[in-house]
């Protein structure tokens, strides 16, 4: 995932943007994308997502100042989307920049204010790829939170809101860093929605320590015109579960990369995922799992629903160490195509090094069938509703793979959405 090539797109719009005097992190990560650039789609790890959108764009500073009526109607939208209403636990984050106003966080964690001099980090590499880099020249603000060991925190609605006009195209880069100490227990329901032309590149620093466990879907909803480049960095110990669900629906490009570490024995991550395009939209869920202990479990599973000329992504990688014997890990990706137009491109990997390990991958891609579709409409149903029943049950044992029970009625509310606003 380094090996960039120094072929790509000046980077330098950021670059005069980034304060980086006196702050090595940001200093070598500036350094870095000096060096590489955004990249093209000719770079290996960028091979089916190029930037070239970014090329040119005069991304400015996203404004603190935006319309509170605006921030009203998308903060409705998202209690409707997910199911949490007003009374939720929430923090709820504008163009970037926390709001308390709007935001009620749970009793019983720490919240860590947010530094921008904090400098890396811990096992983080800021000069690691493009999208992390991106973020710690210009993270400005971001969630600093803290379950303490042996509490359950219940849930958490984290909301993005972007704001921007339609041709005032500007950037904005939290940086959020949640840790669940020994036996903590939280879920984090993480929904972003916007309007306007604007970039969101937010980070997300993930520990979870020794017997911890967090539950994290994510419901990428941002506005047609948007971009949205994603990286979350995981680490677990042992026995501690990260279990992530990323659902993308919006935006005209997307990608959410995935680094996930199993660093003691015991440890399981789940990245599992769905992708819902149509239109011209572009998809890409990019990870790499990384086995460096023994007795660690990984799953994924993502599906794709791509209609019209959308185009979806998967690149996933397995990395078992020398030391991780007795690894257990699976790795799936699955498309359904509703037009001939649309296009999936999938890049399964496993980079195992152990010789004691149960690890398998593989990819299918293909059509509704017709046979099934006749079966249905045989007993009266009409195409649409038979194909929505069709499409819904290949959606469904994705979306029930997360445990929390809230955040599954969340997701399954979103897909409902998509499906009545986009297909049906």
């Known amino acids: 995932m380094n090996a960039i090539a120094p072929v790509g797109i000046s980077p330098s719009a950021f670059l005069d943007r980034g304060d980086v005097k006196g702050n090595a992190a940001r200093l070598k990560a500036a350094d870095y994308l000096r060096a590489v650039g955004l990249p093209r789609a000719g770079v290996e790890a960028w091979k089916y997502t190029s930037l070239r959108a970014l090329a040119d764009v005069p991304f400015a500073d996203a404004p603190r100042d935006v319309d509170a009526g605006a921030v009203d109607t998308l903060l409705a939208e998202v209690e409707t989307i997910s199911g949490l209403g007003a009374g939720a636990n929430r923090a709820v984050f504008v163009n970037g920049r926390f709001d308390a106003g709007r935001s009620r966080l749970p009793e019983g964690v720490k919240v860590a204010a947010f530094d921008p001099a904090a400098g890396a980090r811990d096992g983080i590499d800021p000069a690691g790829d493009v999208t992390t880099a991106l973020n710690t020249v210009l993270a400005r603000d971001g969630l600093g939170l803290i379950v303490p060991a042996g509490v359950d925190a219940g849930c958490l609605l984290l909301v993005s809101i972007g704001l921007a006009g339609e041709d005032a195209p500007v950037s904005f880069h ?47 909803a941002e506005g047609k015109k948007a971009l949205h480049l994603a990286v979350s960095h995981a680490r677990v110990a042992s026995r501690g579960v990260y279990d992530s669900f990323t659902l993308t629906l919006g935006a005209s490009l997307s990608r959410h990369e995935v680094h996930a570490g199993l660093n003691a024995a015991g440890a399981s991550v789940h990245v599992n995922g769905a992708q819902l395009l149509a239109g011209h939209q572009h998809g890409d869920l990019t990870s790499v799992i990384t086995h460096a202990a023994p007795d660690c479990i990984s799953r994924q599973t993502v599906k794709n629903v791509l209609a019209d000329h959308a185009r979806g992504v998967f690149q996933g990688k397995i990395h078992v160490e020398r030391i991780a014997q007795k690894t257990d890990g699976y790795q799936m990706n699955q ?38 579709l006749f079966y249905l409409r045989s007993r009266g149903i009409p195409n649409d509703a038979a194909r929505s029943i069709l499409i819904r049950a ?31």
């Open 174 to 220: 939290p940086q959020h860093r949640i840790v669940v100490e020994g036996g903590g227990r939280l879920a984090v329901l993480d929904a972003t929605v916007g309007r306007g032309y604007y970039l969101h590149n937010p980070l997300y620093d993930i520990t979870v320590e020794e017997g911890g466990y967090l539950s994290h879907a994510r419901i990428q």
């Open 335 to 372: 498309a359904l195509l509703l037009s001939d137009t649309a296009e999936i491109d999938a890049k399964p990997e496993l980079e195992i090094y152990a010789d004691d390990v149960k690890c398998s991958h593989g990819a299918t891609v293909g059509a509704l069938d017709d046979d099934q």
């Open 394 to 424: 290949f959606l469904h044992d994705v979306v029930d793979q997360i445990d929390d029970a809230r955040l599954k009625d969340s997701l399954n509310l979103a897909v409902e959405a998509w499906w009545k606003r986009e297909v049906a």
